[in-house]
């Protein structure tokens, strides 16, 4: 069993950086792959972006690619989401998610995620 908590949202103007962190409860954190999914008000959840559980790949939705960085720290259980070049596009809840992904091609699939956060929101204005 995997608790995951997000934390780092908040308002930022646009072309701002903000850094989400996500803190993992378990012993087997460093076995899963961790994914980061945004959800906009109206709109369904999307993937922005994953690390494998080597930390070794990582992963970028096209809207993000560029601007965003995902790194892990198995020693403390965290894996961050550094999001710079904000725009208000980016306004969304943000969610961490954990899973035994098998294969870096479903990584952007939200079936292959066993555990989530409750969120945190990310507000970027214009």
């Known amino acids: 069993q995997v608790q995951l908590v997000e934390s780092g949202g908040g308002l930022v103007q646009a072309g701002g950086s903000l850094r989400l962190s996500c803190s993992a409860s378990?012993?087997?954190?460093?076995?899963?792959?961790m994914g980061w999914f945004r959800q906009a008000p109206g709109k369904e959840r999307e993937f922005v972006g994953a690390?494998?559980?080597?930390?070794?790949?990582?992963y970028y939705a096209n809207s993000v690619k560029g601007r965003f960085t995902i790194s892990r720290d198995n020693a403390k259980n965290t894996v961050y989401l550094q999001m710079n070049s904000l725009k208000p596009e980016d306004t969304a809840v943000y969610y961490c998610?954990?899973?035994?992904?098998?294969?870096?091609?479903?990584?952007?699939?939200?079936?292959?995620?066993?555990?989530w956060g409750p969120g945190t929101q990310v507000t970027v204005s214009s």
């Open positions: 998610a954990a899973g035994a992904v098998s294969t870096p091609l479903r990584l952007s699939l939200k079936s292959e995620y066993d555990y």
């Open positions: 378990g012993r087997t954190f460093s076995s899963y792959a």
């Open positions: 690390i494998s559980w080597g930390r070794t790949s990582t």
